[in-house]
């Protein structure tokens, strides 16, 4: 390693799929490939996903470790049983309890053996939750996901809250999640010690390189194109009720849609209830979604919130125009210039009116628009918090 190399490790509840996981994936990738140690730890399940070889991948699995020591299960019999009814939403307090010093441990072995860390970057509130009494000053709690009361979700009790953030450092992914963030936490007299905002990268590159490996035909006519989890969070319904007010209206333009999830059956029902069975085409999960991106007239995405919006730059990269719902998060951020005039208000008349708008007025996207987040303009962001004298 070059003598300014940098060793980082980050943390992570699981390395599934989703956005949070392939960020950190990207961001592992680019550190290790920009010459410094790079490690990946693991708190839960068997990763779905590799990083590059070259990143040290860490499985530790410390709540089932944590239950076979006495301490640890009996914050676990406790926390689950009186606990969880006399203080709802209490339980990730009692876990992480018993979590952190096994991560302290691990974290003490491998310093021992190879060197400290320079930063600990700790991703998502799933593992914030595990490992909030931990404090290190070289510590950052990247938020990705909208913080706050919004939807008519319950929060959660001040103290709690607290537990998670007072006198943090955090990075949030955008600055919508950021100027949320700080609304929420001084509403309740909450402080952190420094936020900073670090756009997640996206390797640019990589996903035109995909973009050309196209392993089955894709229509040369125009469609529509949605990707993301059919979860209720990405709010397909208002995509499917968008749509057919679209249609009622004149479009013709077919909708195809990458994904899987939990609203899968209900949404066949309503596409069938609408009568839209020959307008929207269910394409399933695809490992490689890109060929589809850079084909399709626009993409749609309909989310209650967006932490940034990762498919949003991944289709700017390939020249594809984006229509997205006006929600808290990072949307603003990314659509911006002549782009931002796609973004609806999150309901389906708004966001049926741009889908034809796309179609009749398209934008013709910068790739200025995309570059902001390459790995080049966002691995120094990361690397300036390292520096002694970084204020």
Known sequence: M??????????????GLGGIEQATITLANALHHADH?????????TPQQSPAPGVTV???PFERQARKTPKGLALHLVGRTLLKAVLPGSGFVWQGLAVTPLFERFLAEQEAA????DMILIRGQGAFELLWPFDDKRCWQMVEAVVGDYEGRQTQPRWLIRKLFDAKR??????????????HLAARDIALERCEVIHNAVPLERVRTLSEQADEPIPDTPFL???????????????????HKAVEDGLDTPLLIIGEGSEQAKLDALVKRLGLEERVQFLGRKANPYPWMAKASALVLSSNFEGLGL??????????QCIATDVPGGIREVLVDDQARLIAAPNAQDLAAKMQEALDQPVTVRPQWAERFSEDAVVPRFLRLIEPNAA
């Open 37 to 45: 140690d790079v490690h990946l730890l693991v708190l839960k399940d």
């Open 170 to 183: 955090v990075i949030c992914v955008s600055q919508g999640l950021a100027d949320g963030l700080s609304e």
């Open 311 to 320: 498919v949003l730059i991944e289709s700017l990269a390939l020249g594809t």
């Open 58 to 60: 860490h499985c530790q």
């Open 225 to 243: 194109l949605h990707v993301a989890r059919l979860v209720p969070e990405k709010n397909p319904t208002l995509l499917i009720e968008a749509y």
């Open 114 to 117: 190879h060197g400290a860390f």
């Open 2 to 15: 070059p003598s300014d190399s940098k060793r980082i490790l980050l943390v992570i509840r699981r390395l």
